[in-house]
């Protein structure tokens, strides 16, 4: 079983910029990886996921244009940088290890916490 780790996390401003990045140990076998969100009182929601092989990445209406999601498949690590932060961007940020459309089915990350500050 993948275990993830994540790190990055932090207080920013508003307008400010974070990134975000989660190791993997252990052989990444599914398409893709990606991360979740969840704020105080909300359901986990959807952010970003990537493509293992091919690099391809999609987002949340909420975030994109905002946020890149990237990875380096020699490091076992994806990441996100998030620019432009808003107050609504704060949350726990979560890894996962197999992530199909928006929806999580892998193993998760214990989080990262991103406050944005108005």
């Known amino acids: 079983q993948v275990q993830l780790v994540e790190s990055g996390g932090g207080l920013v401003q508003a307008g400010g910029s974070l990134r975000l990045s989660c190791v993997a140990s252990?052989?990444?076998?599914?398409?893709?990886l990606g991360w979740l969100r969840q704020a105080p009182g909300k359901e986990r929601e959807f952010v970003a996921a990537?493509?293992?092989?091919?690099?391809?990445?999609y987002y949340a209406n909420s975030v994109k244009g905002r946020f890149t999601i990237s990875k380096d498949n020699t490091k076992n690590t994806i990441y996100l940088q998030m620019n432009s932060l808003q107050p609504e961007d704060t949350a726990v940020y979560y890894c996962n290890a197999r992530v199909i459309a928006t929806k999580a089915f892998g193993s998760w990350g214990p989080g990262t916490q991103v406050t944005v500050s108005s």
């Open positions: 252990g052989r990444i076998t599914s398409n893709a």
């Open positions: 990537i493509t293992w092989g091919g690099g391809s990445g």
